[in-house]
């Protein structure tokens, strides 16, 4: 059993801003379940820098989703990125640990989890998601820059059984690991990633 369950979504090429959120929250790959639920390329400044990482994590142990910005990737012609075409193909569209359903734009509530369209779970393709997250399970998903609910800074969405962990590093904001099990926020802005930010939240 995992002592921590953390989770990370939309890194954006922010490679840096991700190691020092994982060193600043003390992730143990021996100990904790990290699970990293995409759009780990493009807008930011290092993409197959913040791709070699997450490789890296995943055979450490790490769950790793798809974004829609990989699934942009998958339908580059670029010689550098059809490189990375089939580790972006073995990420995966929905991850369930205990009561958590993980995606990275949300799930299809008219279809059972094991039957998901990575097309829509990634928000790729538009698609109704989210309706009815059923009571006893809690979603957990990004994608959606938390501004666009009216939030600031790195402050996180909430709401019932949802959870939204976009704070917008993919528009040069912040980037956010929410240690699920503690209910601790560790933020860093990416454009200066000496400010370190760690908050309680409750789930």
């Not at 197959?48 to 990737?73: D, I, P």
Request: aromatic fraction near 8%; proline fraction near 3%.
């Amino acid at each position: 059993m995992s002592e921590r369950l953390l989770v990370i979504s939309d890194i954006h090429g922010h490679r840096k801003a991700l190691s020092i959120l994982l060193k600043r929250a003390k992730y143990n790959p021996k100990k904790d379940q990290l699970v990293l639920m995409g759009d780990y390329v493009n807008n930011g400044p290092d993409s197959f820098g913040t791709l070699k990482l997450v490789k890296r994590l995943k055979r450490r142990g790490a769950l790793t989703l798809a974004g829609n910005h990989e699934m942009r990737w998958l339908n580059s012609k670029d010689k550098k990125i059809k490189r990375w075409h089939p580790f972006l193909r073995e990420l995966s569209a929905v991850e369930v640990i205990g009561n958590y359903i993980f995606a990275h734009a949300g799930i299809d509530t008219n279809k059972p989890l094991n039957k998901q369209i990575k097309e829509y779970t990634t928000g790729h393709y538009s698609h109704s998601l989210n309706r009815q997250i059923p009571k006893n399970k809690y979603l957990v998903h990004g994608h959606v820059p938390n501004d666009r609910y009216g939030l600031k800074k790195d402050e996180i969405y909430k709401n019932k059984n949802e959870l939204s962990i976009d704070t917008g590093a993919g528009h040069n904001k912040f980037l956010s690991l929410i240690d699920l099990t503690g209910q601790y926020q560790y933020s860093v802005e990416v454009a200066n990633i000496r400010k370190m930010n760690i908050k309680r939240l409750k789930i």
